[in-house]
């Protein structure tokens, strides 16, 4: 990932963000949050903002929240509020809330990656 062209980097980023809302495996889940973490920018703010989104995803509950705690972890060493956290508790979504950038808040809904359509699923009722 880190040697992509930066417009094919975005492209990756998206199919993998896809995928991860798409799946029902929590081994997948597991693979595709690793993927997109290797696909996010390094810089720490940047990073921060993505697992941010990311966290947002329900398939994104359990094993893999764990993996994006860890890889927020290793980007803020020393923040006791992430040290060995597989859950999102009070100290983590604290801290989350003061890192998260302007356009990455916690209140809000994921934002739907691109190429992700909603389903198609009828007529509206009426």
């Not at 989350?96 to 007529?123: C, F, K, M, N, S």
């Amino acid at each position: 990932a880190p040697s992509l062209p930066e417009t094919e980097r975005g492209a990756a980023l998206s199919r993998a963000k896809m995928a991860l809302a798409g799946t029902g495996s929590r081994e997948e889940a597991i693979a595709w949050t690793r993927a997109i973490l290797a696909l996010l920018p390094a810089d720490r703010d940047a990073f921060t903002g993505g697992v941010i989104e990311v966290l947002k995803y329900p398939t994104a509950a359990g094993a893999p929240t764990g993996v994006l705690l860890a890889a927020l972890a290793s980007r803020w060493p020393g923040e006791e509020a992430l040290k060995e956290k597989l859950l999102l508790d009070k100290a983590v979504l604290d801290w989350l809330e003061a890192h998260a950038p302007a356009d990455h808040t916690l209140g809000e809904p994921p934002v739907r990656p691109h190429g992700l359509e909603p389903a198609d699923v009828g007529p509206e009722p009426g």
